[in-house]
């Protein structure tokens, strides 16, 4: 599957702009989602250099996303196409009941 994950409040806890605490079983979870073959997406409000320290951030624990901010590494956009990014799942804290327990993510999915 295709899974969007957002940055601040889903991996880490809401410190925007500095890198908050990581929320627990974030790192294993996502380790274990990719792992099992599934292509994680960055999708966070994040750009430039704060974008960039999110995915260092990430890739120094072992997560590397298949694309950031987009649908695939490379992407280009012609006039008129919509950022909408394409995933099967989005995980972020501003989901309609919030953000489940990593746990419970990884013994969904993983």
């Not at 409040?9 to 908050?20: D, F, L, S, W």
């Not at 008129?80 to 099967?88: C, E, N, V, Y």
């Amino acid at each position: 599957m295709i899974l969007a994950i957002d940055f601040d409040g889903t991996i880490v806890e809401h410190a925007y702009p500095k890198i908050g605490k990581e929320i627990p079983h974030a790192i294993e979870t996502l380790e274990a989602l990719q792992k099992k073959g599934h292509r994680l997406l960055l999708w966070t409000y994040r750009h430039g250099s704060l974008l960039q320290e999110a995915v260092d951030y990430c890739e120094e624990r072992g997560i590397i996303f298949y694309a950031v901010n987009e649908n695939y590494r490379g992407e280009k956009l012609e006039e008129g196409d919509s950022r909408l990014i394409k995933a099967d799942i989005f995980i972020d804290d501003r989901n309609l009941g919030g953000l489940p327990d990593w746990l419970k993510v990884k013994e969904k999915l993983a």
